[in-house]
């Protein structure tokens, strides 16, 4: 069996939450299954392109695109750090474009963990 290339984390906050967690949870075990499946691909096969992930190049910050039943699609926000992939970020899409505001929110989870690390 193949070795990871990259090892999935999610973010945690001080109060220690992990909102990508959280947000998972709250989905259906098949959507779970789903975006948990594309993961892992990441993790595995790293560097991954189109159509499973893409990069917001200027940010540091990648996506999960994720095809959901029902027409819907996800996306999970990371970026990489070392040898681990942070998971900053989780919604569903409902415009065509990447909301401004989650990208926003990724790259300020992502900045307070780097100004953690050493």
């Not at 989905?27 to 779970?32: C, F, H, I, T």
């Not at 790293?46 to 540091?60: A, T, Y």
């Not at 409902?94 to 909301?99: G, I, R």
Request: hydrophobic letters at 35%.
């Amino acid at each position: 069996m193949s070795q990871k290339k990259l090892t999935a984390e999610f973010y945690c906050t001080s109060a220690g939450n992990e909102p990508v967690r959280d947000w998972l949870k709250g989905l259906s075990d098949k959507d779970r299954k789903i975006i948990g499946q594309d993961i892992a691909t990441i993790e595995y096969a790293w560097p991954v392109g189109m159509p499973l992930c893409r990069s917001f190049k200027k940010s540091g910050i990648w996506e999960i695109r994720s095809n959901l039943d029902h027409k819907r699609i996800s996306r999970v926000l990371f970026f990489i750090l070392q040898s681990r992939m942070i998971l900053v970020h989780g919604f569903i899409k409902k415009t065509q474009k990447t909301p401004l505001k989650d990208l926003q929110l990724a790259e300020t989870r992502m900045k307070e963990v780097l100004r953690y690390e050493p």
